[in-house]
């Protein structure tokens, strides 16, 4: 076991790998009531093509968030009534590059992490429970589906990417579901979680040393499969549609602008763009910028208007969404301010107070056991510590900015998807 200290957050935590290959971290907060447990595969939905031991597999889309939904099977019985046993809240998502299980007590941490480990280690799938499974599934898809806020940005992506796997439903599709059967999820288990490919964060009253062996106690030996991930093939210079537009039933029209920006690879590098995309959104149409102000003070966008850069393997995109009867005008102004920003160069007293604001937001979210965990598990799979990020964040510069800008935020590069309410049929 080994510490490892931040110095500038004031924070440390406790660190082994595991002979299974597990990475094992725990973070020690004496006097906190809450204890907080999270274990994440470096798996989400868009690893459905990949290479496993020289074979390639192609599997149906949703079969990540399928397979988090069936990780809750135990052969004794469903692991959420063991959590209940001792007041365990337990939940688990599946994103595009993740799939995570947590559960939060106050007390009988030792038994609700023995069962959160077995649970995400065991893979027990039978034909039956998967078939029963997928009912529940298709309404949750269906669900999603009738959602303006999931299906504009669904659209987005569809008409950036043509060939990278983000431009499928993370949950997948009604029919692709069918697809999925028992033998695919356990292919998929025995390929993502593998104890090489998982990594586990505990943060609260806890004694690291304790965690680490009860890891070690109850996790299996593992094989470490060699699996390469496909993104699909490179994307075409030319793009056959930039905008799209769908009726749905809602008040107001809802939308999603995307900037097509390069892939930024990994580790701090990347960790490093995702502040420059950020600061770059906000110096254009952020909360403080004038642009913002303007457009709100016209009604042109509202308070649940947002900008925010986001990437993963293979893809990023400069973003921004809400809602607004006047999309293509938004689109205009921030093309319009970005040749301003290029121009005139960027406001490097804003730029001070954002970076201030950020790097003062992240300290303050290290009391959130959830969100840190989250980010200590992504930048790990991402190749980069998390706790790093106050040197990475300070390092950043105007002249980043205005370069990110200058590459990224053009027409050429603008997509636009629109969710507009359904007309009445005449």
């Known amino acids: 076991m080994i510490r490892k200290d931040f110095p500038k957050l004031g924070e440390h935590y406790f660190e082994e790998r595991l002979p299974n290959g597990l990475l094992v971290r725990v973070m020690e907060?004496?006097?906190?009531?809450?204890?907080?447990?999270?274990?994440?595969?470096d798996y989400g939905s868009i690893d459905a093509e990949f290479f496993l031991n020289?074979?390639?597999?192609?599997?149906?889309?949703g079969v990540a968030h399928y397979l988090e939904h069936k990780m809750f099977d135990l052969p004794e019985g469903n692991a959420m009534q063991e959590f209940a046993k001792y007041a365990g809240a337990n939940n688990a998502f599946t994103s595009y590059t993740m799939t995570a299980y947590y559960v939060e007590c106050t007390e009988h941490l030792e038994e609700n992490f023995e069962i959160l480990l077995r649970m995400v280690t065991t893979g027990y799938?039978?034909?039956?429970?998967?078939q029963k499974e997928r009912g529940i599934i298709a309404q949750e898809i269906k669900m999603y589906e009738d959602s303006a806020d999931s299906a504009v940005m669904e659209n987005l992506f569809r008409i950036m990417y043509q060939n990278h796997p983000v431009r499928n439903n993370i949950a997948g599709t009604v029919e692709s579901i069918e697809e999925i059967t028992a033998d695919t999820l356990k292919l998929c288990h025995d390929a993502f979680y593998d104890p090489s490919n998982l990594i586990v964060c505990v943060i609260g009253d806890v004694d690291a040393a304790s965690i680490i062996e009860q890891a070690r106690r109850l996790t299996p030996a593992g094989?470490?499969?060699?699996?390469?991930?496909?993104?699909?093939?490179?994307?075409p210079e030319k793009v056959p549609v930039r905008t799209i537009e769908k009726q749905m039933e809602i008040a107001m029209p809802a939308f999603a602008i995307g900037f097509r920006c390069p892939d930024a690879g990994r580790g701090a590098d990347a960790m490093r763009m995702d502040l420059i995309g950020e600061m770059a959104g906000e110096m254009l149409i952020g909360e403080s910028s004038k642009l913002y102000q303007k457009l709100y003070d016209e009604n042109v966008i509202d308070a649940d208007f947002s900008v925010d850069y986001e990437r993963m393997r293979g893809m990023a995109l400069l973003e921004l969404s809400g809602d607004s009867e006047d999309p293509r005008r938004i689109l205009r102004e921030v093309l319009a301010e970005a040749a301003r920003v290029l121009e005139t160069g960027v406001d490097r007293a804003l730029l001070a107070r954002l970076k201030k604001s950020v790097t003062g937001r992240r300290l303050r979210e290290l009391d959130g056991f959830e969100g840190t965990c989250y980010r200590m598990c992504a930048y790990y799979f991402d190749g980069a510590e998390y706790f790093d990020y106050p040197e990475i964040y300070a390092s950043v510069t105007a002249e980043d900015v205005e370069q990110f800008i200058r590459e990224n935020v053009k027409e050429?590069?603008?997509?636009?998807?629109?969710?507009?309410?359904?007309r009445e049929e005449e």
Do not use: H, M, N
């Not at 907060?29 to 595969?41: E, I």
């Not at 020289?54 to 889309?61: D, F, I, L, M, R």
């Open 29 to 41: 907060k004496p006097g906190f009531a809450k204890r907080y447990a999270f274990v994440a595969a």
């Open 54 to 61: 020289g074979k390639k597999y192609v599997t149906p889309q």
């Open 125 to 130: 799938f039978t034909d039956e429970s998967v």
């Open 223 to 235: 094989k470490k499969p060699q699996f390469e991930r496909c993104c699909g093939a490179p994307e």
């Open 412 to 422: 050429e590069q603008a997509f636009l998807s629109v969710i507009t309410p359904k």
